[in-house]
């Protein structure tokens, strides 16, 4: 089946600091990507929708300033989280999906953020 | 605001009974429709798709749709304790898969 591999699994850093997360699909491309966060004991929401070639598509609210994707190929998505801050701290993940817009999404393994 | 709704439970049943979660999407232009397993600190893992209206069967799962109700269902048969988890419901209209905020099943040995 699809396989989405995101790495690191987890990382600290200091407060101002940049971090970069990255998303690969093993055994399948993907044009489009998402990356979404999740708050202890809350739902995942979507953050993004990076799209190979172009630029992300952000959701409300979600700074594209401080959230940089970058989509350079059909198995590389990129999310750095610029200038970290203690609110940036949470569980991010990304996913992407082998066939058709309405088939299922599959998920890496999650980036759980700590910012110091 | 498109959304999905469950109940946040928790949602406690004996090992080897039926556990019934249900979800709500506010928009009706959702195509397709998903239940995803949720352990703690762990990413979502998908358990069933499901795209027209009825039940499907996979295993001891059963999904079900109801799109005049605007209306999604997880049956597990024959729970057992390694089910314990949380269980994410999500609805597709444009290819966004937008998340419910999931319920939390325990099921107790």
């Known amino acids: 089946g699809a396989v989405v591999s995101q790495h690191p699994s987890r990382v600290i850093c200091k407060s101002g600091t940049s971090v970069k997360i990255e998303c690969r699909s093993l055994?399948?491309?993907?044009?489009?990507m998402f990356w979404y966060r999740q708050f202890p004991k809350q739902s995942l929401m979507l953050m993004a929708t990076?799209?190979?070639?172009?630029?992300?598509?952000?959701e409300q609210g979600v700074e594209k300033d401080k959230f940089l994707i970058n989509h350079a190929s059909l198995t590389l998505s990129t999310l750095t989280v610029t200038s970290a801050h203690p609110e940036d701290s949470s569980f991010y993940i990304c996913?992407?999906?082998?066939?058709?817009?309405?088939?299922?999404?599959?998920f890496g393994n999650g980036t759980r953020l700590t910012v110091t | 605001q498109k959304e999905v709704e469950q109940n946040s439970g928790p949602l406690s049943v004996p090992e080897g009974a039926i556990a019934s979660l249900n979800c709500t999407y506010s928009?009706?232009?959702?195509?397709?429709f998903f239940w995803y397993r949720q352990y703690s600190g762990k990413s979502p893992e998908l358990i069933m798709s499901?795209?027209?209206?009825g039940d499907k069967e996979d295993g001891r799962f059963t999904a079900q749709l109801n799109k005049a109700s605007q209306y999604v269902s997880l049956l597990i048969r024959d729970s057992q304790p390694s089910d314990s988890a949380t269980y994410l419901c999500?609805?597709?209209?444009?290819?966004?898969?937008?998340f419910g905020q999931g319920t939390t099943l325990q099921v107790k040995p």
């Open positions: 055994d399948f491309q993907a044009t489009t």
């Open positions: 999500a609805a597709s209209n444009t290819g966004k898969l937008i």
């Open positions: 990076s799209n190979e070639g172009s630029k992300a598509t952000y």
């Open positions: 996913s992407a999906r082998e066939g058709q817009a309405n088939s299922p999404l599959h």
């Open positions: 928009d009706r232009g959702s195509q397709s």
């Open positions: 499901i795209y027209s209206n």
